[in-house]
């Protein structure tokens, strides 16, 4: 059987290349040995990694929680200042017509300050009549008091001339 005899070459030379490759192919394996060792201690690693992740990943959503916090206070503050916001545009409609009502007290202001001003013109004309008046009528008492001198040294003229004669 020739067919025999080759399948027992064929045989014989996988066992002599399994003889000669079989240390090569232990090595190999050691070293997929140590790579697999490698990968574990990778994965271990890894492991660890992740913890550290998970541990981390908790700072995060508490530190997340405590912005959500912070950020509901701002929403908060930020209401208040909404409301200061609409108490400060009131007060400015309020002060708009404070502006207005001073706008109007200063215009009856400058109206009476022109009153005043006319009386102050009128006055002084009256002052300056007065004067003139007053003047006038200084003459007059001059001229009357003249007048009754006049007439009571006339009487007494009179009155001697009289008793000049009676006598």
Not at 39 to 58: H, L, N, T
Not at 63 to 85: M, S, T, Y
Not at 127 to 156: C, M, W
């Amino acid at each position: 059987m020739p067919e025999s005899g080759t399948l027992d070459k064929i045989l014989n030379r996988i066992g002599q290349l399994d003889d000669k490759f079989s240390a090569k192919f232990e090595e190999i394996d050691q070293r997929f040995n140590r790579v697999d060792e490698r990968f574990e201690a990778i994965d271990d690693r890894f492991d660890k990694v992740d913890g550290k992740f998970d541990e981390i990943d908790d700072r995060f959503d508490k530190v997340d929680g405590k912005f959500d916090e912070i950020d509901d206070r701002f929403d908060k503050v930020d209401g208040k200042f909404d409301e200061i916001d609409d108490r400060f545009n009131k007060m400015d409609g309020k002060f708009n017509e404070i502006d207005d009502r001073f706008n109007k007290v200063d215009d009856r202001f400058d109206k009476l300050d022109d009153r005043l001003d006319m009386i102050y013109d009128q006055t002084v004309r009256l002052t300056l009549g007065q004067t003139a008046l007053k003047r006038d009528i200084n003459e007059i008492k001059s001229g009357f008091n003249y007048l009754n001198n006049e007439v009571a040294r006339n009487s007494k003229d009179i009155y001697v001339m009289k008793n000049e004669k009676h006598q």
